[in-house]
């Protein structure tokens, strides 16, 4: 075979440049756009769909020939991600500005696509260990109130064509220079295609602090609810208060799932205002409340009833209740009533400094009467997770098919379950004395053993150990063995997991918890920084 050369006026040509213009559109659009996400499903945490790197995949394409340039200038489908990241922030003389070239371009380029807008305004650069306590960064955060004043002014004109809306910053003022403007267009245009409104301040610690709560409420100024955001699917507030009565007006019935977490203090919705916020969403599939009361006090400090009516909720299937109390715990759990959820989630959210940790036993009385002829409250209810839940005394017959336990005492494995039983970290009962990892581990091992071989053929079928209580739910490989029928799985500490997850205060000096340098200037008990940022007053 010889290799027929080509006249020189005839330029080389890839095979792939003869696919129609269509397909390769298309090859581009999967390349750019991660499947898994394009349905806008449920969203895990601070997993966002897309990042300042992926985002860049049109301009690769665009790079490479002339003519995959041209089918990627014309395909609005590859413009419908709008990042924005400290990265974009570019010095200007002494200042630094946002750099908003790119998202122009990107807004121009989408034509009328519905774009997904994410904005991570998190301090990149935060590190608690950084010993420069005078440093000019006290108390503020890198990317700026103006900074996001800068990219609202550009994003808000085209807020017809919002799909999907995440915030992220670790203070307030951003985000509070986000939503001013945000309530403004929505009260005067609404968002007619916003399926996914994400607003998440990350700083699950700042509900605890001492600093004066935020004087804007997100939406205190909606006074006409209808359409503003007829498409809403999924709402997520974290750590930013809201005006909750205009709020339940406005929510959508086809609302599929709420969190509220993280809420201050002063600033959590009543039972009242709970009550019709989810009165407002008789669709949801799923519910998160998080550190979010409901609250209890009026001004004369005194207890006010809860005689509402329970709430049906058909659909819901999952949810998951971080408490600061027992009380308002109860509260939640006698104002759903749902028969077909699933999976239950409950979780002490309370400080953990606490002194006194919140009793859980009296919240799985409530979900399991302790006589026999009461009805569950969830009679669907089948995969139950603890997390940081004190039992104080005996438990009630609890019986579901899953059991996931999260930094727990051993007293919890008196809970039964039938199906799978998975223990996340070592199981550590209170003490006044450090435990060492490995013994603990041990232990825990060793109780679970006891457990299987006692209770014999009623024992779970499968039982999962977890070295690292917060490690992916399905990372590395498992040891396994079986004990009599039953399956038990060890999954041992991921490497790329920081070595100080487990560490107990004070039980490795040689990785800087050394009781000088920890009350030195800067150090873990005498640091400006952190007493700064979170209003401690010593």
């Not at 935020?214 to 498409?231: C, H």
């Not at 299937?317 to 239950?344: C, D, E, F, R, W």
């Not at 409530?366 to 603890?386: E, G, H, I, Q, Y």
């Amino acid at each position: 075979m010889y290799f027929r050369p080509q006249p020189f006026n005839q330029p080389l040509s890839s095979p792939i440049d003869s696919l129609p213009v269509e397909l390769l559109a298309y090859i581009f659009v999967l390349g750019t756009h991660d499947p898994i996400h394009l349905s806008h499903s449920e969203q895990q945490d601070d997993c966002q769909p897309f990042d300042s790197e992926s985002v860049k995949a049109p301009l690769v394409y665009a790079s490479v020939s002339r003519h995959w340039r041209s089918v990627a200038l014309n395909t609005p489908a590859l413009y419908t991600s709008l990042c924005i990241t400290p990265e974009l922030l570019r010095e200007v003389g002494s200042t630094e500005v946002l750099e908003t070239t790119g998202l122009l371009s990107y807004l121009a380029l989408s034509r009328n696509y519905l774009v997904d807008i994410v904005i991570d305004a998190r301090d990149q650069e935060w590190d608690f260990d950084d010993t420069g306590i005078f440093s000019d960064r006290l108390g503020s955060a890198w990317f700026s109130a103006d900074h996001m004043s800068a990219a609202m002014s550009v994003l808000l004109p085209h807020l017809g064509r919002w799909r999907s809306l995440s915030i992220l910053t670790d203070v307030y003022d951003p985000m509070r220079a986000a939503l001013r403007p945000l309530e403004v267009y929505l009260a005067a245009y609404g968002a007619p295609h916003l399926e996914s409104l994400r607003l998440m301040r990350c700083d699950a610690y700042a509900v605890h602090s001492l600093v004066a709560e935020p004087d804007y409420l997100f939406l205190s100024s909606i006074t006409n609810s209808e359409s503003v955001l007829p498409n809403l699917r999924h709402l997520t507030l974290r750590g930013v208060p809201a005006a909750w009565t205009p709020l339940a007006t406005l929510l959508p019935e086809q609302l599929n799932t709420l969190e509220l977490s993280f809420q201050p203090m002063t600033t959590q919705p009543s039972v009242p205002e709970l009550a019709r916020l989810l009165q407002a969403a008789p669709h949801l599939a799923r519910l998160v409340l998080n550190g979010c009361g409901p609250a209890f006090l009026d001004p004369a400090g005194v207890f006010l009833p809860t005689d509402l009516e329970p709430i049906h909720l058909p659909l819901l299937k999952s949810l998951a209740l971080g408490y600061t109390s027992a009380l308002s715990a109860l509260a939640v759990l006698q104002l759903l009533a749902a028969a077909q959820l699933h999976t239950l989630a409950l979780e002490d959210a309370s400080h953990h400094a606490e002194m006194v940790p919140v009793d859980g036993v009296p919240l799985l009385a409530a979900l399991f009467p302790p006589s026999t002829p009461a009805v569950p409250r969830f009679p669907a209810l089948s995969d139950l997770t603890l997390r940081r839940v004190h039992l104080a005394g005996p438990t009630p017959p609890v019986r579901v098919a899953r059991l996931e336990l999260i930094d727990m005492a051993p007293a919890a494995l008196a809970l039964e379950c039938t199906q799978e039983l998975c223990v996340r970290g070592p199981l550590i009962a209170p003490s006044a004395f450090v435990v060492p990892a490995a013994v603990s581990l041990a232990e825990t091992g060793a109780a679970l053993r006891a457990l299987v071989e006692g209770r014999g053929a009623a024992a779970p079928r499968v039982v999962c150990l977890h070295e690292a209580a917060y490690a992916a739910p399905l990372a590395g490989e498992a040891e396994e063995i079986f004990i009599g029928a039953t399956l038990v799985k060890l999954y041992r500490r991921p490497e790329e997991l920081e070595d100080d997850e487990d560490t107990v205060m004070g039980s490795e000096p040689e990785c800087g918890w050394d009781e000088h340098e920890a009350f030195k200037v800067g150090g873990v008990f005498n640091d400006p920084v952190f007493d700064a940022r979170y209003g401690y007053v010593g």
